[in-house]
């Protein structure tokens, strides 16, 4: 994992290198912190997205889950309610979303590709009957909450450290996240040790639900306006996020930290280099393109290693056993 994890910092640091030759001010200090600001939104989708991963599963409605958040909670305050019930309104629908996913893969035993694919459906239907395909534009007092800072740091870094800091310390130091780790390496031998998956399972719905509302309000305050294509397809910029950190598509491998935050600020690095040197907007789906098929590329090379070292473990073991 931390070979990984080294792998996708390596490729950071070549994309500043790359992006800072060309423009001038691609490494400027302001611009950097823009970077991470821009990425707060989905560093936080993409570590939810992780712990879906690590039980070798995917959510694929996180996209949708954020548009149906800001949708709501777009209207509650374009109708006068104040910031914090919008908020509130916006993380119940976070977890309704992952409750759903959770019921349908967990305790319906349905593909997570599958299950929460047509809850992608669901939540782009449902955002746009919501807003009546129209943009909602909101008031200013909210989109400032982008801009406004706390000792110096911008409130979606912030609202970012946050959220990646729960996730870590439950992944890395809670018994709920051995149990991840567990079930994603191998689910039968998780059962024979006495783990309820269907439990570990949805929960790692459910907090990538609501990691993926949380995200959806913080691009909200950035963006100040809901579009009918908000949210659209970055359950892929997740995925690739979390895989360029190192977390395996397979299960059991993977963090939030250093891995996925490094791959976020990469795929967000090479979106505002692009834009820094002027490259044809055309080419923008296709460098996403190159992103996903190598990140999945990496993992399946990756993952084909550790099969090979694991089952020469086996057999070095067998041997000194016969002896």
């Known amino acids: 994992m931390l070979r990984a994890a080294g792998n996708g910092a390596i ?11 060309i423009s001038r001010h691609f490494l400027d200090s302001s611009n950097l912190i823009n970077i991470v600001v821009q990425s707060s939104s989905l560093a936080i989708v993409a570590v939810g997205m992780t712990c879906t991963l690590l039980t070798a599963g995917i959510d694929l409605s996180v996209g949708s889950t954020m548009f149906v958040a800001a949708a709501v909670a777009g209207k509650l305050l374009l109708d006068g309610s104040p910031a914090s019930l919008a908020v ?23 593909q997570p590709f599958i299950a929460t694919l047509a809850t992608l459906f669901l939540g782009r239907g449902l955002a746009l009957l919501i807003t009546q395909t129209r943009s909602l534009n909101l008031p200013d007092g909210f989109v400032q909450f982008g801009s406004r800072r706390i000792l110096f740091v911008p409130l979606p870094i912030l609202a970012m450290v946050l959220a990646i800091g729960t996730i870590h310390f439950i992944l890395s130091r809670t018994s709920l996240g051995r149990q991840i780790y567990a079930v994603g390496h191998s689910p039968s031998a998780a059962r024979v040790a006495g783990i309820n998956t269907r439990r570990v399972l949805a929960s790692s719905y459910v907090i990538c639900g609501l990691c993926a509302a949380i995200g959806g309000v913080v691009a909200l305050s950035l963006l100040g306006t ?5 949210g659209s397809q970055r359950e892929f910029s997740a995925v690739s996020a979390a895989v360029l950190g190192g977390t395996s598509l397979f299960g059991g491998r993977g963090k939030v930290f250093p891995g996925t935050v490094i791959g976020a600020l990469l795929i967000q690095a090479v979106e505002n280099g692009l834009v820094l040197v002027n490259a044809d907007p055309y080419i ?9 098929f190598s990140t999945v590329l990496i993992d399946s090379l990756r993952h084909e290693r550790f099969l090979k070292a694991s089952r020469r473990k086996i057999r070095l073991e067998d041997v000194s056993l016969a002896s």
């Open 11 to 21: 490729t950071f640091a070549l994309v500043l290198i790359v992006f800072g030759s």
């Open 88 to 110: 509130v309104a916006a993380l119940g629908v976070g977890l309704a979303f992952g409750l759903t996913n959770a019921v349908l893969v967990a305790y319906f035993s349905m």
């Open 226 to 230: 809901v579009s009918q294509t908000f």
């Open 284 to 292: 923008y789906p296709l460098v996403t393109a190159v992103v996903i």
